[in-house]
């Protein structure tokens, strides 16, 4: 029986987005089962006391430098969203409704596609709702879904559970009780998937 690897991420980081688009081939080479966990970042940061790199100038300027060089790499389409940061609090929350409900892959491309391939104004609900309909995912329900109790505190549950395990941003692998942080760590994840 394969490993499995656990990915936490949240649709408002670039590099969660780097990753999401690498670990379906990881998982294909190493036979593993992953495990898609969505957080909330802002949650993460609040928790920890860590901040976006963005907020250091030197440190987002080579950021988006090594995201670019990053998505050439792995021949992935990005560009940076002039909308960022956006607060991701209701995609988090779609995205738990999406994995309780089965569908959390489909929903998910849409959202880091929308993101940041297409640079899309994901705060803006409006938006989010044409970027549902155009991926043949029902808008209305999901966006309602966003405000239901239950919604709200399995993303509160998983956020505060993530903190627990160490995180401190995303994207975050752990690989039984090893954790690596940042989608450059892939190849690390990987040497342990097949050991």
């Keep these: 029986m394969g490993k499995s690897l656990d ?5 408002g980081s670039p590099t969660s ?6 670990v379906p081939g990881l998982a294909q080479r190493t036979g593993a089962t992953v495990n898609y966990l969505p957080i909330l970042l802002g949650g993460i940061f609040q ?20 995201m670019t060089w990053f998505a050439a790499r792995y021949r992935v389409p990005f560009q940076h969203n002039p909308n960022f940061p956006v607060n991701t609090l209701a995609l988090m929350r ?6 309780r409900e089965g569908f959390l ?30 991926a043949s995912l029902d808008a209305q329900k999901i966006l309602a879904a966003t405000q239901d109790p239950a919604i ?17 941003g995303a994207p975050t692998f752990f690989v039984g009780g090893r954790m ?5 760590r892939l190849p690390y994840v990987e040497e342990l998937l097949r050991n």
């Design 105 to 134: 892959l489909a929903y998910s491309d849409a959202m880091f596609k929308a993101m940041w391939a297409d640079a899309v104004n994901m705060g803006d609900p409006g938006e989010v709702g044409r970027v549902l309909a155009a």
């Design 180 to 184: 690596h942080f940042g989608q450059d």
């Design 152 to 168: 709200k505190e399995a993303l509160k549950s998983a956020t505060e559970a993530a903190v627990q395990r160490g995180l401190f």
């Design 47 to 66: 928790a920890t006391g860590n901040r976006s790199p963005v907020e250091v100038a030197a440190k987002g300027r080579y950021m988006n430098q090594d």
């Design 7 to 11: 990915f936490y991420f949240d649709y």
């Design 94 to 99: 779609g995205a738990m409704f999406a994995l």
């Design 17 to 22: 987005y780097l990753a999401y688009t690498q």
